[in-house]
């Protein structure tokens, strides 16, 4: 009896994989949604990618490496977040490529996927990738281990046709670490509030200037029986949220380090950021526990939102009718801070570096197309394919400003801006994960502030030593 | 079980030989790709190491790394966690999965059509069915809060963002999933069962339900063997669901064990602890099929 119920589920077993099969050839109908933050705004790949595939000449017959194109020939890896940006760079490597002969492949990686796999490459020393997008907060990391090639070499020989006076001095924390520059500054961020000047004029509000006001602005343009919130957080488990937290910490003036700058996250005063996050989400929509930054872009673009802290490089995409209600009706402002407080703002975005494992004349490469794309004339169409500005030029550039009227509170944020407010710590991503699970326990009601900041620390603890 | 008599051919040394060396491809591959990479696990998980420890230190720690699992306060919630999720999706997958195979068993074409319609989501890969459901299950823009709320159900941050709700809901996308399966295997196995003791229980006039219980239940136990042990052993490794749909929140509500064993290994990149932590559910799971097959064993005999 037995081998004939075997038998059977064999043969049903058999004839499932066939189904199976049959239906993955027809093909899976449901592409993935994205997980990672802005990655719904960009056009598919393959519709920008062409270019790149066309103009580059076959492995076989490279050109010769000449005077004018030293390095003519040399094919690099370049591993990139999925941040607006990366449409910048499959609009401006081609045209590097025309210009010098060298062939970039870009990888397109979701934040999650390309922190792991960069690990890997620098931890296995396989040298995949020959240039990356390097997160602010990894700096610290980098070069600790030095993953990548310290720059300052290269900065040294090269400075005058770099203008380095000319980038911003908060940008410079995009890959600096004590003295040394592990990443090139590559887009800045400000972290910027976008309010719907739209509702805030039919109440006859003003845009909120402290973090008590926002609180009041908050509330009283949640009307929850229409479904309009008054702003959207970032509550998901997970990184989200926890950058979230540090945001609203350092708009209050504390800090996740203590004095010696060892992390110390369960003081009082982030405690108090904590309770204020709790007070926040009450005006927020039911969702925002699970919001990452696409959620939180949805809501705000969908309309249902009044207000958003965010980053400022997607101040542009609310413009743009084809992913936004909201066109027009939009502003930003600096994000506000506590009552009190000397205004500083939260810096954050990408730097660019150079893997320290990779061939020196692959590395040389690597750091043409760097200085390439950080001249100011090539800067200014970094920005106009959803790049991000790191020099001071950029921001004031008449041309630029007319397009992008927003630039000069860009400009006020970037100068007055705090890049260490997520400690750059070698230690980072271990303080990024128990905050990403005990700010969101305390959000959804798990646990009290104090008690979700205590746990928080005792895991940073027992995962430091 | 008789097999027919088949005259099997007598085994000289080359015979011996023969048939190794027939085997030996499968027996290398297997080596490599399974028995290698569990010694490996089984050696690291022996060692302080941190692959992002810049001086590459691999200190050797003994059984400290398990004792440290033992203590840690995390995987005590998140055992509790995966077991919560393995009860739930194995015992309703059962009950659906036979109830399902019951009403289907009929061989005609419109049984065969709904069949194959059935098996569809097991051929999606978990991830996509993870974010599907995430989609549908938003608080803000999905279908399921927006029909709760017009039956004037309050859905609160949404079924995966409050606490009470949060696993019962992924415990539903995986049951969506994988009750065809189960289905399948009772539909095998309700085809193998013989027609006598069902003619003999009507000419003694059992009901429907009592040759249910009485004589499909107990001909079914291997085939309930071999339903629990794949999906026990499938539910305890789960992580693509829930990776796809809460990242173990909100809070700690969702967070498997698997779940914490690729945060320490992938986002912490301690390798030692998380091999420990790695080899401790595979324990589990080892200890707990061994179990079953036991008892279903001897109620067998």
């Given amino acids: 009896m037995r081998s004939k119920t075997l038998k059977t589920i064999f043969q049903l077993l058999l004839m499932l994989t066939i189904v199976l099969l049959t239906v993955q050839c027809a093909g899976t109908p449901t592409p993935a949604p994205p997980t990672q933050p802005p990655a719904a705004t960009q056009p598919p790949q393959a519709a920008t990618q062409p270019p790149t595939a066309a103009t580059a000449p076959p492995a076989t017959q490279a050109p010769a490496a000449t005077a004018e194109k030293p390095y003519a020939g040399v094919e690099l890896t370049l591993a990139s977040m999925t941040d607006q940006y990366v449409t910048a760079f499959r609009y401006l490597i081609p045209i590097f490529e025309e210009q010098t002969g060298v062939k970039i492949t870009m990888d397109e990686l979701g934040y999650v996927d390309l922190y792991q796999k960069l690990t890997a490459d620098f931890v296995g020393h396989t040298a995949n990738y020959d240039l990356m997008t390097v997160d602010i907060v990894w700096s610290g990391e980098y070069a600790k281990n030095k993953y990548t090639l310290p720059l300052d070499d290269f900065m040294e020989r090269d400075k005058a046709e770099l203008g380095l006076d000319d980038i911003l001095p908060v940008a410079w924390t995009l890959g600096e670490w004590e003295g040394k520059h592990w990443a090139y500054p590559l887009a800045g961020y400000a972290n910027v509030l976008n309010y719907r000047k739209d509702v805030l004029a039919e109440h006859n509000i003003q845009p909120p200037k402290t973090t008590k006001e926002l609180l009041d602005v908050a509330k009283a343009l949640t009307d929850a029986t229409n479904n309009f919130y008054g702003i959207a957080l970032l509550g998901a488990k997970g990184p989200a949220v926890a950058q979230d937290f540090m945001a609203w910490a350092q708009q209050h003036g504390s800090t996740m380090l203590d004095e010696n700058g060892k992390i110390k996250v369960n003081t009082p005063e982030n405690v108090a950021v904590l309770e204020f996050m709790g007070e926040l989400i009450k005006y927020a929509p039911p969702g925002t526990t699970d919001y990452w930054w696409d959620q939180r872009e949805t809501a705000f673009r969908s309309g249902s939102v009044a207000m958003m802290e965010g980053w400022s490089i997607a101040r542009a995409g609310y413009e743009d009718p084809k992913i936004s209600n909201v066109v027009g009706k939009v502003d930003i402002t600096v994000a506000p801070v506590a009552e009190g407080m000397e205004p500083r703002y939260g810096f954050g975005g990408w730097g660019i570096g150079i893997n320290a494992d990779s061939d020196p004349k692959k590395q040389e490469a690597a750091w043409l197309f760097i200085k390439w794309l950080s001249t100011p004339e090539i800067q200014k169409e970094w920005i106009r394919h959803d790049g991000a500005p790191i020099r001071r030029s950029t921001l004031e550039d008449p041309e630029l400003v007319a397009e992008y009227p927003w630039f000069p509170i860009l400009l006020e944020s970037f100068i007055k801006g705090d890049g260490d407010y997520r400690p750059r710590i070698p230690e980072y991503s271990i303080l990024q994960d128990a905050l990403g699970s005990y700010v969101n326990a305390y959000l959804v009601g798990e646990m009290g502030a104090q008690a979700a900041l205590d746990a928080a620390q005792k895991q940073i603890e027992e995962n430091i030593r | ?301």
Avoid: C
């Fill in chain 2, 1 to 301: 079980m008789k097999t027919p008599m088949i005259a099997r051919p007598r085994l000289s040394l080359g015979g011996e030989l023969s048939y190794l060396g027939m085997l030996a491809p499968l027996l290398i591959f297997v080596a490599a790709i399974a028995v290698y990479p569990l010694l490996f696990s089984f050696g690291i998980s022996l060692f302080k190491y941190r692959l992002t420890d810049p001086n590459q230190t691999k200190t050797f720690i003994g059984l400290a790394n398990y004792l440290r699992a033992f203590s840690d306060p995390v995987v005590i919630t998140s055992l509790k966690a995966t077991i919560l999720f393995v009860v739930g999706t194995v015992t309703t997958e059962i009950v659906l999965g036979l109830g399902l195979a019951m009403l289907l068993v009929a061989e005609t074409r419109l049984m065969q059509i709904i069949r194959s319609f059935l098996l569809i989501p097991m051929a999606l890969p978990s991830l996509v069915v993870g974010l599907v459901w995430k989609s549908l299950y938003n608080a803000d823009f999905g279908i399921i809060p927006y029909y709760l709320k017009l039956l004037g159900i309050s859905a609160g941050h949404g079924p995966l963002g409050e606490i009470s709700t949060a696993m019962p809901a992924v415990i539903l996308v995986d049951v969506w999933q994988w009750t065809p399966l189960l289905m399948v295997i009772f539909l095998a196995g309700l085809k193998s069962l013989p027609i006598e003791p069902y003619e003999a229980a009507r000419v003694d006039g059992a009901s429907r339900w009592q040759s249910f219980v009485f004589i499909t239940l107990p001909l079914l136990k291997p085939t309930f063997l071999i339903a629990l042990l794949l999906r026990t052993m499938q539910s305890f490794k789960v992580f693509d669901i829930i990776y796809a749909t809460t990242a173990g929140g909100p809070g700690t509500a969702t967070s498997v064990l698997n779940y914490h064993i690729y945060t320490v290994g992938m986002v912490f990149f301690d390798m030692g602890y998380a091999a420990s932590l790695a080899n401790i559910l595979l324990a589990v799971v080892a200890v707990l099929s061994i179990l079953y097959v036991m008892v279903l064993e001897r109620q067998q005999a």
